[in-house]
């Protein structure tokens, strides 16, 4: 089954995790969504249609990735699917022949919260479908079709993530119990709880003194992960591939993506990948993008004095969240100084840069902006700081490509938006 992963107008409300990636790659539970969605179909081939921004850095990470090719989109009968879809629990081979039946019916739509979840259809509907018209085009084309709601959930805003990340780990993991590794446990590693929520991938590296809770959900280790002595960690939580925990403390709804390094104190939030929390600190009910730089003593609060719900700033909007509990949304490339404060419902866009004042920070950052003893200043040398990147990138084996760093550019203020000589990645890299 072919399945086409599609980014609808609404994909700018989960800004800033979405400003540099498809809303299909964030996280929630074990995977991203689009993992889940493309297990929902048991999709045989996936395709991208959205922003040209984001589908060139598709292609430039992987060449035959057909993001926004009309020519692939229209050669067969393919599903639609919305990228903000987050497909009903368990997203596994349980629902796969199912949805292999859908083409059998003919062309439908699959409705979630009032929203369309995904559309089944025909090469000669397909021929209306492009980046610049798929929600106009498909709101047609519903009007005519046979409709069903699936179930699932639409992720209209950052935090609904963080919310259903319990839940989805839960899920998660119950599509994985019966492989040989749940339950294996290695010496000196304690365990409280059923031994049948715990997966330790054979390549974890685990030290003594190590204790994980499985009581009130499922600890998973992934492939690589470094564990270092007096680490807790507390189920439901993941740990990505080749991510290091350094004495730190995992609470429940955790997940981290890969090659992460984590110290302190994490509650139910999730951190995207290759991002530092090295130190002491806390980290609650919040979202990380990637690349991003958590100094020594930063803490994020996630809860009102007078707990009462949390609201986002967004420009001069306030946005009402309806959690009682919500920390910080922040986007790729954010670097916080010692001490760094931040206050619930904080949003940081990517590349800001928070240094200490003894104060909390704004709600608000955008991107390209550094705050300090000064107040807020825009980042003036674009070139410097994405060779900064570069840097950091290449110390995970990553590099800044053309596409990424295109990206980048676009999302520095207008007056800075210059165009910049890329970063020389391979010097860069020979001298670090």
């Not at 270092?228 to 990505?240: D, M, N, Q, V, W």
Request: overall charge neutral.
């Amino acid at each position: 089954m072919r399945i086409c992963i599609y980014e609808d107008r609404l994909t700018d409300q989960l800004e800033p995790l979405t400003a540099t990636r498809p809303a299909s790659e964030l996280l929630c539970g074990l995977d991203s969504l689009g993992a889940k969605q493309a297990r929902h179909f048991a999709a045989e081939a996936t395709g991208f249609l959205g922003r040209s921004t984001i589908a060139a850095a598709l292609r430039e990470r992987d060449p035959l990735s057909p993001a926004n090719d009309p020519a692939w989109l229209r050669a067969a009968p393919t599903v639609l699917v919305n990228a903000r879809w987050l497909p009903p629990a368990p997203a596994g081979v349980r629902l796969a022949p199912a949805t292999r039946r859908l083409f059998a019916s003919g062309p439908t739509a699959g409705y979630c919260d009032g929203e369309i979840a995904f559309a089944v259809l025909d090469t000669r509907r397909l021929q209306s479908i492009a980046p610049s018209t798929v929600d106009d085009a498909l709101a047609d084309l519903a009007q005519s079709l046979p409709t069903s709601e699936v179930g699932g959930h639409m992720i209209a805003r950052p935090w609904d993530l963080v919310r259903h990340n319990p839940g989805r780990l839960e899920a998660d993991f119950a599509a994985i119990r019966h492989t040989p590794e749940v339950g294996h446990h290695p010496n000196g590693f304690s365990l409280v709880g059923p031994a049948d929520r715990l997966f330790v991938h054979p390549s974890a590296k685990i030290d003594p003194f190590v204790m994980a809770d499985t009581t009130k959900g499922p600890v998973w280790i992934g492939p690589d992960c470094v564990v270092t002595a007096f680490t807790r960690l507390e189920g439901p939580c993941a740990i990505g591939a080749g991510t290091h925990l350094l004495g730190a403390k995992i609470r429940g709804g955790v997940t981290l993506g890969p090659q992460c390094r984590i110290g302190g104190e994490v509650e139910c939030s999730i951190v995207q990948g290759h991002s530092n929390k090295y130190h002491d600190g806390f980290l609650g009910h919040s979202y990380l993008g990637e690349w991003v730089n958590l100094a020594a003593g930063t803490i994020t609060g996630d809860l009102r004095f007078d707990y009462r719900a949390v609201a986002i700033k967004r420009g001069d909007e306030s946005i009402p969240t309806g959690e009682m509990k919500l920390g910080s949304i922040v986007g790729d490339h954010v670097r916080t100084g010692l001490g760094a404060l931040l206050d619930c419902g904080t949003t940081l866009h990517p590349f800001s840069q928070i240094l200490p004042t003894g104060t909390l920070a704004p709600r608000e950052i955008p991107g390209f902006t550094r705050f300090g003893p000064d107040g807020l200043k825009p980042i003036a040398d674009v070139e410097a700081t994405l060779r900064s990147s570069a840097i950091a990138m290449s110390r995970r084996g990553k590099d800044l490509t053309p596409a990424l760093a295109t990206l980048y550019r676009g999302l520095a203020p207008a007056d800075e938006a210059r165009t910049f000589p890329l970063p020389p990645i391979v010097d860069i890299r020979k001298s670090a």
